[in-house]
């Protein structure tokens, strides 16, 4: 099936995945970072502050994911989205009237929820779900909402910051979400995979089974893979928490630094089609060993920059990673684990990649208050990589055989 008639025939259903993964933005580090010094200075919060008030509501919201990323198993996407939506609306009114620094891990904890958690968790498992043989495509297509957030939404708020107070835009922000409900429900008026029928359609994992929940924690390539799901996680989000000090450190204005993350987008897209392409054609299994070896190089070339064309080459190696792992590990569970418990099982790992971005800023925000440069820091995350790289290659070379018997 070619790409047009794949998106013709599927429009409706890859259109609500791009909204789910857009709206999810405000949520998302890249966004919230964006205000990062404006907050910092009203509360009067260091950088160790401010990151462990990330980590505590990042933190709360990857406990809550547990519980609540097994209700996709339950309920249809246009019965959850638009509760999240409502609640992320609060959420981001919330973060524009709050007046005590106290409250604010309830505000990262609603966002995060909201943001990263639920409405990233619908998008992936309703794809994952909705697309079997064309699934890498499915899931490259429904990413875009998030590349398109992250390009442009730091962009625009930045600028808009310039002239207007950082509160009216999160009143903004709100807007923006509630407008998404009807939209959600107008794309979704008729899901594509009917309950009833897919009870009987689900695609099996390894051993030709439907892995539970508790099966799939008690396999050992669910804590190979750990490290994998921290990794991008913990110090992608860093890396964009501190991009306010990462300017300064660099000598770059900050609409300067924010100017490449169009730049930015186009090589994470260009990397989502490409992972999307290589899984529907290779496997999972044979492309998720390689994704995050551009991020030991990007981190790398980060330690080192002393200007823009140095910074920006960085930018492009982490985002072949972060396009790869935005499709690759999603369509892993679906492969290795079957899709009938996706949305116990992808709960699981959607909390550990939450609470890896509760951690990151936490952990390098406690490391700049202690006297670690960011620079050093970069250094030990490239090394880091290396090491998640390993642990994810043995795991999946040692479970491969098993799916391939059942392929």
């Given amino acids: 099936m070619s790409i047009l008639v794949f998106l013709r025939d599927n429009a409706p259903w890859l259109a609500a995945g791009v909204l789910l993964t857009f709206l999810s933005s405000f949520g998302q580090t890249y966004f919230i970072s964006v205000f990062a010094g404006e907050i910092r200075e009203v509360f009067a919060l260091s950088h160790g502050q401010w990151g462990g008030i990330y980590t505590m509501g990042t933190t709360a919201s990857a406990l809550a994911m547990v519980w609540a990323g097994g209700l996709t198993d339950r309920f249809r996407v246009r019965v959850l989205a638009p509760l999240v939506l409502v609640t992320m609306t609060g959420a981001c009114l919330f973060m524009a009237l ?9 505000v990262i904890f609603m966002l995060r929820f909201t943001g990263q958690g639920m409405m990233s968790h619908l998008a992936v498992v309703a794809m994952a779900r909705w697309f079997i043989a064309s699934r890498g495509r499915a899931l490259s297509i429904a990413s875009l909402g998030n590349a398109v957030g992250e390009s442009l939404l730091p962009v625009i708020f930045v600028s808009l910051l310039i002239v207007y107070d950082w509160r009216m835009l999160w009143v903004v922000a709100a807007m923006i979400a509630i407008m998404g409900i009807p ?37 050992f390539l669910f804590w190979f893979m750990v490290p994998a799901l921290l990794g991008p996680s913990a110090f992608n989000t860093a890396f964009f928490f501190h991009q306010v000090h990462i300017a300064e450190v660099k000598q770059v204005a900050h609409v300067e630094f924010v100017a490449m993350f169009p730049i930015y987008t186009v090589v994470v897209i260009g990397s989502m089609f490409l992972a999307g392409f290589a899984l529907d054609r290779f496997g999972t299994g044979r492309v998720l060993p390689f994704i995050q070896l551009p991020a030991i190089i990007g ?12 910074l920006l080459t960085g930018f492009i190696f982490l985002a072949l990673t972060t396009g790869a792992n935005s499709i690759v590990p999603n369509a892993f569970w679906a492969e290795f684990y079957g899709t009938a418990n996706m949305g116990r099982i992808k709960a699981m790992a959607t909390a550990i990649m939450v609470f890896g971005t509760a951690m990151g800023p936490g952990i390098t925000g406690l490391a700049l208050d202690l006297g670690l440069g960011i620079e050093t820091q970069f250094v030990l995350i490239a090394g880091y990589f290396a090491f998640s790289t390993l642990m994810m290659t043995i795991g999946v070379v040692r479970a491969r055989p098993t799916l391939a018997r059942t392929s």
């Fill in 183 to 219: 939209l959600v429900l107008m794309l979704l008026r008729r899901e594509r995979t009917p309950q009833s029928w897919a009870e009987s359609s689900q695609s099996v994992g390894m051993g030709g089974v439907q892995w539970t929940r508790g099966q799939t924690l008690r396999h």
């Fill in 98 to 106: 709050n007046p005590v620094w106290w409250l604010l891990p309830v």
């Fill in 299 to 310: 981190f790398a070339l980060f330690s080192v920059s002393d200007g823009p064309l140095v």
